[in-house]
């Protein structure tokens, strides 16, 4: 979106239309023609339907709030989820963060208290910091929760676009004021707590359509990953978003570093420097119906890698857990081992139950097969089985392909899961618990 076009949208008529605009029939051509009509330029009805579906596709991300922002699809592409937002404004203002968690070396099922979760770094949450700079805000999801945290924010943007649209969303938080600025053109020396989620994709200046590619080095981030640290490290409270692939090697032993998962997805890896760094070390946050943490100190002392007899069920550890290497510290509190040093799937002879069952899917095996496709699909056949959700670790297999040599006529589901027992590749017949 160009800065005109932006302008023409920010016309309190053409924001009230935005707003109504559902009252129009839901078919595309019959909207555009209607707002035609009704006096709209042909890019300002153009604009006003790619905000319309923006908006329905942030809801999933920002909930009822999408439906009064507006966003670029780069935007809304890179903005933290509201949850998550929420988490991020929690570990950096100083509250007893995580309320309501559960931690994987408490799976005695007993429900954790606010007092057990007041941890911020020096067990005092009385001195939150009143001011937070955000240091390449977007479309402002993370700036959102700050000042919905009660913090004086301070956001830039070096895109100007960007800029004035996290202005709009955050226009109704007195405490939040945003400048198109460069992140490393502010003195960050005034701000209690800083946040920085440089953008890891390339630019397409703010258009609609999300033309943009991954940058895979860190020095290409914008701000760069050096710069991030360097000024994170000097800060009283920082906190940094980055994906979560990146290569451990490069977490700075001064940060802790959490990766996160929410719904099902890996969302992030998040390093958090001084005030802010509650434990250091690694740890997963497993956010959704459940909320489930697993710290490094929860790994068992023993150098053994645990692995063991394939039980009755096969345990699939969430994405976070599997990221930050913390797979192990499932072992004890769910009775598990592994099938295989270098694998992480877990088995257990019990079902999972207590907290620490949130950080798993639980798959129970039915039966051990030939991973061979026409011993398998004979196998299939023969058990009634025609439609199959495929997994795989540890097998170097291409799902889709396997359905499509399977050729199972219709019949029952199963989930298989392709893997290694010790030097054996087999193929689990499972079904999900
Ligand atoms: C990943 S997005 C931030 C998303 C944001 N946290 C949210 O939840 O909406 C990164 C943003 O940094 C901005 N940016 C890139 N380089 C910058 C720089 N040097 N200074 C300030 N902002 C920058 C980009 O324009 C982009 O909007």
């Not at 020396?189 to 397409?204: G, M």
């Not at 956010?287 to 007899?309: I, N, S």
């Not at 295989?340 to 139950?353: C, F, G, M, Q, R």
């Amino acid at each position: 979106m160009d800065p005109q076009t932006l302008t023409e949208l920010l016309d309190v008529t053409v924001l009230d239309r935005l707003d109504r605009i559902e009252d129009l029939p839901a078919d595309e051509l019959a909207r555009s023609s209607a707002l035609r009509k009704e006096g709209f330029s042909a890019e300002v009805t153009a604009g006003l339907l790619t905000q319309a579906q923006l908006r329905k596709e942030a809801v999933k991300k920002l909930g009822p709030f999408a439906e009064d922002m507006l966003f670029t699809r780069d935007g809304l592409a890179q903005a933290t989820r509201l949850p998550v937002a929420a988490h991020h404004a929690r570990r950096l203002l100083g509250e007893g963060a995580d309320t309501g968690r559960d931690t994987a070396a408490d799976n005695t099922g007993t429900d954790s208290t606010d007092a057990d979760h007041a941890d911020s770094a020096d067990g005092d949450t009385a001195d939150a910091p009143a001011t937070i700079a955000d240091l390449g805000c977007g479309i402002g999801a993370d700036s959102f929760a700050f000042a919905g945290m009660g913090a004086r924010v301070a956001a830039v943007d070096a895109d100007e676009v960007t800029a004035a649209i996290a202005s709009f969303n955050l226009r109704h938080l007195a405490n939040a004021e945003v400048e198109h600025a460069r992140a490393e053109d502010v003195d960050t020396s005034e701000f209690d707590a800083l946040w920085f989620d440089p953008a890891r994709r390339t630019t397409d200046k703010g258009s609609t359509h999300g033309a943009t590619a991954r940058i895979y080095d860190p020095e290409d981030f914008s701000p760069s990953l050096s710069w991030v640290v360097d000024t994170a490290i000097a800060a009283k409270s920082a906190g940094v978003k980055l994906g979560p692939g990146l290569d451990h090697s490069l977490i700075p032993d001064e940060a802790e570093a959490q990766w996160v998962s929410h719904a099902g997805e890996v969302v992030e890896l998040c390093l958090y420097f001084g005030n802010a760094r509650q434990r250091p070390g690694r740890s997963a946050l497993v956010m959704g119906e459940r909320t489930l943490l697993v710290h490094e100190d929860d790994l068992p002392d023993d150098d053994e890698d645990g692995v063991g007899e394939l039980g009755r069920y096969l345990l699939e550890p969430d994405g976070a857990i599997v990221r930050a290497g913390l797979v192990t510290a499932l072992c004890g509190p769910l009775q598990a081992r592994r099938v295989h040093p270098k694998i992480a799937y877990l088995t257990s002879d019990v079902e999972p139950t207590g907290p620490a069952s949130a950080g798993v899917s639980a798959y129970e095996v039915t039966d051990v097969l030939s991973a061979k496709i026409p011993n398998l699909r004979k196998a299939l056949i023969s058990r009634g089985i025609g439609s199959v959700v495929i997994k795989k670790r540890g097998a170097d297999i291409v799902p889709d392909q396997v359905r499509r040599q399977l050729k199972l006529p219709s019949g029952d589901k199963a989930t298989l899961v392709f893997t290694r027992l010790g030097e054996r590749h087999v193929v689990l017949l499972t079904q999900p618990c």
